[in-house]
């Protein structure tokens, strides 16, 4: 399955299935969280929230790849992501886009 950020695909010719999306909140145990408020002290990168962050955008992009498949799109375009703080400690990350079926050329090259 492809996935574009951009809203269409120059030259290729494809049927709207409708929206696509995959979540997840998720949190760093408390042992990474401790460490992190020290982080806060000092400045710089908190490595653990960013590793975190990652992760999840992985974990909603695969999920909102398999809801595609389920529709039955070959791809999903205009992707976006979104994050809100759920809880202390504690984010969601959406991911999203439009699912799209590919149309074969009419003369089937």
Known sequence: MFISTTENIPGASYRVLGIAQGA???SKHIGRDFMAGLKTIVGGE???YTE???EARAIATRRMCEQAAQMGAD???NVRYAT???VQNAA???AYGTAVKL???ADGQ
């Open 92 to 94: 969601e990350v959406l």
């Open 75 to 77: 791809g999903i375009v």
């Open 84 to 86: 809100s703080a759920v």
């Open 52 to 54: 975190m962050m990652q």
């Open 103 to 105: 149309i074969a050329p």
């Open 46 to 48: 908190i490595k653990g």
């Open 24 to 26: 997840v909140v998720q």
